[in-house]
């Protein structure tokens, strides 16, 4: 019983474009969420997070948007750079982390 | 180094072996946590330290799966009598408190193949 979902295991954006991943969940009772970045053969790293009292938080290139009623969130990346090439994971927070199963985001130049 | 480290980074073992997996979590980091991750899937959690005590061990997948933390520090993480389906990346992670909110830190992995 997966409560967070990442649908689309992989993401193909171009240089300088937006980029716009997402990540469901079910469990009314998340209140933190957090977004992850794993390159290959690394640990994931912490990237930008985002209480459920707010809907909106903006670090530099990244936002991080939470939908509560639809149970959604998303992370924006603009504007996308190969460097941001990674795997992608969400997390919900209740008591522990619940981790979704990626997106693989490619940026082409 | 002032990160997570984890050995071995790689472990290739015939199935029936036992394997233990280690793990170094940042200095003074109260909480440590093991996860798992097979191919495709997401990160699973398998269980959570805090100091030395483990709260929370519902993640562990089966009887053959133990760990332990001395010292507040080190973790070891033992898989009894491997089975090719505990091939996965084994990631640790600490963080300064067990809150839930606190920002994980992970190791790079253990890469663990059952022949």
């Known amino acids: 019983d997966q409560q967070v979902k990442q649908n689309s295991p992989s993401l193909s954006v171009q240089e300088g474009r937006i980029s716009i991943l997402n990540c469901d969940y079910t469990n009314s009772m998340f209140d933190y969420f957090l977004w992850y970045k794993k390159y290959p053969a690394e640990g994931p790293t912490f990237l930008i997070s985002?209480?459920?009292?707010?809907d909106k938080n903006e670090d530099g290139r990244f936002t991080v948007f939470l939908n509560k009623s639809a149970k959604h969130l998303s992370l924006h990346i603009v504007p996308s750079q190969p460097g941001d090439s990674a795997v992608y994971f969400c997390a919900s927070v209740f008591n522990k982390f619940y981790f979704g199963s990626g997106t693989k985001l490619n940026v082409k130049p | 180094g002032a990160g997570v480290s984890q050995s071995p980074s790689n472990k290739v073992t015939e199935k029936g072996k036992d394997v233990e997996l280690r793990c170094d979590p940042i200095?003074?980091?109260?909480?440590l946590y093991w996860y798992r991750q097979s191919l495709g899937q997401g990160l699973e959690f398998l269980i959570y330290f805090q100091g030395n005590s483990a709260p929370d061990k519902s993640g562990l997948p089966s009887d053959r799966f133990s760990a332990e933390r001395t010292g507040g520090s080190v973790s070891t993480l033992t898989i009894q009598r491997t089975q090719q389906e505990d091939s996965a990346v084994y990631l640790c992670a600490s963080s300064a408190g067990g809150g839930g909110r606190e920002t994980q830190y992970f190791g790079p992995g253990t890469r663990l193949l059952v022949l």
């Open positions: 200095s003074g980091h109260t909480a």
């Open positions: 985002i209480s459920s009292i707010k």
